[in-house]
């Protein structure tokens, strides 16, 4: 049965033909069918004929006393019972590329067996061993991504597989679908196209391979390549204000509709910035003082805050903190000290006249605001009326028009597991530096469009 099959490869334990596969693993195995529906015409196929197949080699390691000479031909039958596969088979001329089916030159490249599973796998398409391609196609000894794109089936194959080849190949299916689970690498070139090279780094992909071979000195770790090393350094020059340039954000980053709302549609010196503040779960000190600032009586859990700056299609300029949740650091008092302290430098990066959209929860920060020149958009208060006015009314649709974006970003950031769940407290120094890799995280621009 293809989940006996499955359970053998997964638990490394063989299962007799009359033995039961129990409820946890049956589940496992329909989940793991419904993730990887290209395998499962590749079960069906051979279905009946390994059910066979384990039946005859349970029957000979559960008899002792079964040898070569008392059942030569139960021994012959398990040694050439085969399954034969109809593949898709791409080129295996020794004179011709298997990618470009062209004829290979004097630098041509043997096809590894990871890069066969890997086409095998995403593309469907089975590449004989021993088949070669050119060496441009490869960036250590792995396929470009435009060079799987490119490979065609050229005909029509039989393969035959063993049992223990059916086994093996499960054995990669699995680790394809869990190597698969990674948002991205720099070490694999198949990963990230020319654009989101440009997007992370700055640099076109040739650029970025160019770059890694001359940074020879760089040392490797466990932990990481020199790839990973030069790709995290680059997207690190990109973040926070010293990054990006004030009118870099007015010609890129603004929307018309906040332009229209908020200027009129007349400034092109102003800037419009939405400041929000998102929490993060983290673990029950048993510090007394540290878990009285942290600990939040709405929320009847330990938090601390990080206090984010983006633009008004998304763009996250800086995330600055992590914060206490007590009383005196609400958002206004954040705020206020953000601006006092001059954090990150960011009054060097604000002009005078700047726009700054904020919630009611920093009212108490207004004055700062505007007694440096900063201009303060806000949701009007009733105080003490019965309702607001239609211009009152009005304003604060616009204001909250512009504001929706910074939920979606706060939204961004819990799609890391690391920030969705609860963040030990030995990790808390590390806190600030972490959350600034949303900072990284592209733009709204294209689903702001589209609304």
Known sequence: MPQNIYVDSYTLESLSNDQNVCNACRHLYIKWKNENSELSSILDHFKNDMYELMNVQVQTEDSPRLTTEENPTLITTTNHQVVKLQLNAASSFHTKCCVCVENLRDHAAKITSQNRDFIFFSRNIWIPEGARCCSGHLINQLLLKEAVDQIKPFSIRYQELSSSDVQLLLNKAQNFVENGKKIFSFDDPRDLNDDEYRLLTRVSRDNFNDFVQTSSTIRPSCSRSIRTAVGIYLCKLRLGFGYVTHQY??????????????????????????????????????????ERKTFNLCKKRSLLKSMMIITTIGYVVACIGSF???????????????????????????KEHDILAVDRGFRDSICVMEALGLEATIPSFLDGRRQFSAEEANESRCITKIRWVVEVANRCLKQFKYFANTIQNSSLVYLESDVNCLRSHQSLSTTYDKI
């Open 324 to 350: 206490m949740f007590n009383f005196n650091n609400n958002d206004a008092g954040i705020t206020k000290d953000i601006l006092l302290r001059n954090t990150s430098n960011i009054l060097s990066w604000l």
């Open 249 to 290: 954000v007015i010609g890129r980053h603004t929307t018309a509709i906040a332009r229209e709302l908020m200027c009129g549609g007349d400034s092109t010196d102003t800037t419009i910035i939405i400041i929000d503040r998102t929490h993060l779960h983290i673990q029950k000190s048993r510090n007394n003082k540290f």
